[in-house]
DNA sequence: GTGAAAGCGCTAACAT
DNA sequence: ATGTTAGCGCTTTCAC
């Protein structure tokens, strides 16, 4: 292993200098010429610093933990550690990614191991949006919270904006002259079913349609509960639908298909998610909200790195300062399942 | 920040003392009562240990670096890195994961960086199964391959067995009673492509059935590959069809529906990935063969591991030793889509 | 401009 | 059984 002693020996200058050549400190008042020099000497000795030393004798570690409760393994999710990993990588910082699968214990377990390892910051991130209640621990050090958020707004979070991709699924409808819409939402109680329905009445309301509560469906939010919910929709008399995720799209296709309606001559359908395997691949291709995961991650990365350069973590208890939460837009992705699409493309 | 040097102080024991103290040093001999004691100092005193000076002590980082093509991404495969992590955390390392996106320079650099941070090992993994030609720089230090492998087999590689899993798709479908059964295969070569060609070979032969080239069709890997080869799969008078992956049975299902066509009364359908958002949820739910993606993570970890501990990485560039492959078995998921369903549940 | 030297926090060989 | 001390490889202050 060579190390930074060799190329100074080797390149003729003190260790320091050899230091301040590599580093290109801007500080240092050493001549290009040995700059130029040091370093030429470094590369042909292969000459690779040692992270680890460094880290001690600066006391950083350049890195940064990502603890999520599932994000590896969620089917469309992992575009948030991408964003993530992209957005550290940009800044010189690496990610330590543990997934805790959910559990506690390993949770505070995955803390202590990355405080030990001196990271800078941590982006607690969850599978689902949701409001949690993170380990105290986590005020100990810089954190973001990322697709989920604590009520007491302890941590800055990033969220995507259900709102907004609830209005916008609405407005594609109703741009293409639809009037009477039925939402199939998620029957729990969510952040996502919550601001999905609020976006839809918002909707409804701008283009001066009166809000119906009966074209409100609630069922569970997958195949089964879009596939089961076809008799309600039916009963609402809707020329479309707007489903709380592609997943509840996808059974509501099949439940279609089986009495012969068509999408979308006979019904227009929007879904929510983005869920690539599904959505751009039914028949006819799903037209839908994405969820903003890539850009979660980045901007959970950001605004911790935001934090680190100004505020020390908050120790104080006390403090009642509310952290910002950022809403991320959520995109809207036009396919063939709305009906006439050509207008919706023109507006 | 609480030190060794402050617990050493405050437990009235040297500095060394209070080292073997808190990593309970087997060789070092100290009475039970002053471990003990030393370790309920540290805990009142919140001193967590700082792995980079430890690191730097011992020459050894306890990381492990983990560079994929995309596993992130992936809609299926981030349980790839779910396994590596839960491997890796079970023997007290992290992971450094890293995805370049598949980009070559992204991928240099991302060596180099993980080099620097004295990483123990580099497990590097893509998104599909296929032959590559990891950077030269890959053999500087232990590595495994996973889901990949290379062809002069520098390097040990843990991959899926796609022989046995494209046997055991048709064997269920053999034992259901099927004898005509048509293979739906991707038209790209492809380890996949040709290990579950050859798994459905064995399988009609040990079963006595004679091969025919006329039911093999061959199709792009999607949906519309799936959907499109309807009428070259009604053409073939199969009963039953083994599809290359869930995706293009997915497609199978919507153009079977069309025609009014039942699965699995009218025709059997085995997919393959258990792409569980796909296959748990078609109507009826499919019956699958699934990729060992959790598994393969935990092997190429301890495959890296095992290695690590006993020869150092190969250098001596004319050493002609060829690597192993590990393939790992890929269960089948029985679900609905075969027909009659009671005889495959019995055998 | 450059170098000497004091750490960063910890481990481990060597002394006692 | 416990303490002393010399590093691990690097950064950075301070002196020249």
Redesign the pocket.
Known sequence: ????????KAA????????????D?K?????Q???QRVRKVAVSLG??????????????SDSIGFISDGVATSPFAGQVIRGAQAEAWQNGKILLVVDTNGDKRIEKETFAFMMERQVEGIVYSTWVHHAVEPPKELRQVNSVLVNCFDRRRQYPAVVPNEIQGGRSATEILLKAGHRRIAFVNDIDSSPAAIGRLEGYRQALSSYGVQFDPSTIIRAPSNQEGGYRSIEAVLATKATAVFCHNDRMAMGLYDALHERGLKVPDDISIVGFDNQEVISAHLHPALTTVALPQYELGVLGIRTLLESTEQVKPQTDETSQTKRKIIHVTCPIIVRDSVFPSNQVIHH
Chains 1, 2 share one sequence.
Do not use: H, K
Request: charged content about 20%; glycine content about 6%.
């Open positions: 292993m060579v190390t930074l002693q060799d190329v100074a003729g200058v003190s260790i320091a200098t050899a230091s301040w050549a590599i580093n400190s500080d240092a008042r050493i001549p010429e040995t700059r000459y690779r610093q040692n992270a680890l030393a460094r880290g001690l004798a600066r006391g950083q």
